[in-house]
């Protein structure tokens, strides 16, 4: 459809372009013959006396307008079939093609002002939309207007090419003006063919681009649905996952403690010194079940902190999440991590993890505020974005784990969504 679209244009607008060169040709050869015809037959006298401003020689006319018009199809066919790609080198060219216009348009007394129409077309076809483009063709609606032989000579006295029909008499003078209505007539209906088909052009871009956002948007669902799909698969290996730990580690211990306390019981009266010896080698199973215990729970801590402290931690996903994305985190660490508990590390990292992911997919911020830092007995943290918030705040499932994450450790949490989103914490130390 596109290339149809595309001869159509080319088509069109070289018919357009051949017609204006005609209708210069037609206004250079009225006023060249004209002139022959006046100097001829000894009217020279009465023509001047009736025009308001000497006439310019026809052979500076006729080089001038040749000259003009080659340069124009120079300009013209040079953008058609070079492609240009530069804007600035395309802007240019427009801008050469509308200076050439006017001089054009003047160097025949601005009988027809018409050729501007095909610039407006080139311009159109070439151009890409944009400020430039928009502000060219405003310029060249106003010249089409402005270029006029009663407005300018208000200002600027030019010969009447009325009177160079007037000089013929009344069946030559008709058929010049006839000739005259058709050619301009015919560039009009020219100029509207190609606006028409211009309009179909992009009215039919524009229904493929909302369709292509319509597909976008239906792989976006399927997509957002195989996330789901995906989280609750990597759920249930996770929990599979614990399962066969708790299995190895608890279980094994458990079941081992249970036959030893079992004996203990039976022999506890026939040979105490034996039980005793029995329940020492149970006390240590516990703690070797209680250190495999540890080491499952630390298996589970996030990667980060696994390696490092919280703060590191914190500094090790800005790194990474600024790899990936253009968000912005800014860091306000005031606290001392001596003494620091783990858990409340865990926890402060998954919130915080949450929360950026929060504000990237949902908020869509470009900036993320985390200060972490004591207020008398209280360990606080607050996390506020840039992004567009919320009317009424959803607590989903991201939220809802925050809250339990924070109240296994007697925390306090609150949720705002005034300029961006605002997630406030408080743990008594």
């Keep these: 459809m596109n290339r149809t679209y595309g001869l159509f244009f080319f088509i069109v607008k070289n018919t357009m372009f051949i017609l204006n060169v005609i209708i210069v040709l ?66 240019l060219y427009s801008l050469l093609e509308v200076v050439i216009s006017v001089i054009l348009i003047f160097l025949i007394y601005l009988s027809y002002n018409g050729i501007i129409l095909f610039v407006f077309c080139d311009c159109m076809y070439h151009l890409k939309k944009g400020l430039k483009y928009q502000v060219l063709l405003v310029a060249l609606g106003l010249i089409y207007l402005l270029a006029n032989y009663e407005i300018v000579t208000y200002f600027y006295p030019l010969v009447n090419i009325e009177e160079y029909f007037l000089v013929y008499d009344a069946s030559i003078r008709n058929c010049l003006i006839i000739i005259k209505r058709l050619l301009e007539g015919f560039n009009i209906i020219l100029f509207i063919i190609f606006m028409i088909i211009y309009i179909l052009k992009q009215i039919q871009e524009n229904e493929y681009i909302s369709k292509k956002l319509s597909m976008v948007a239906m792989i976006n669902k399927k997509m957002q649905k195989y996330v789901i799909v995906t989280e609750k698969f990597g759920e249930k290996n996770e929990r599979k996952r614990l399962a066969r730990e708790l299995h190895d580690t608890i279980g094994h211990a458990l079941a081992g403690m249970a036959v030893g306390v079992d004996a203990c019981i039976t022999m506890i009266d026939k040979n105490p010194q034996l039980a005793k010896a029995q329940l020492k080698i149970i006390s240590k199973a516990i703690r070797k079940g209680m250190k495999d ?3 499952s729970l630390n298996k589970m801590r996030p990667d980060f902190l696994q390696q490092y402290r919280l703060k590191e931690a914190i500094e090790k996903m800005k790194e990474e999440i600024s790899d990936v994305t253009d968000l912005k985190i800014n860091l306000n660490y005031q606290i001392d991590e001596t003494g ?37 007995n209280l360990l606080c943290l607050k996390i506020k974005d840039n992004g567009k918030g919320c009317k009424a705040i959803n607590y989903g499932f991201g939220l809802k784990q925050m809250v339990e994450r924070v109240s296994q450790i007697r925390g306090d949490i609150n949720f705002y969504s005034e300029n961006g989103f605002t997630t406030e914490i408080k743990i008594p130390l």
């Design 340 to 376: 620091f508990d783990t858990k409340i590390e865990d926890i402060l990292f998954r919130v915080i993890q949450e929360s950026i992911t929060n504000s990237i997919r949902h908020g869509l911020a470009t900036v993320v505020d985390i200060d972490i830092y004591k207020e008398y």
């Design 293 to 295: 215990v540890r080491n």
């Design 26 to 91: 037609f206004y250079v050869a009225v006023i060249a013959i004209t002139t022959k015809y006046i100097i001829g037959n000894d009217l020279a006298r009465s023509f001047l006396d009736k025009v308001m401003y000497m006439p310019t020689a026809p052979v500076y006319i006729i080089s001038g307008s040749v000259g003009l018009l080659l340069c124009l199809a120079y300009c013209v066919y040079y953008r058609e079939f070079n492609n240009i790609r530069n804007k600035t080198i395309n802007y």
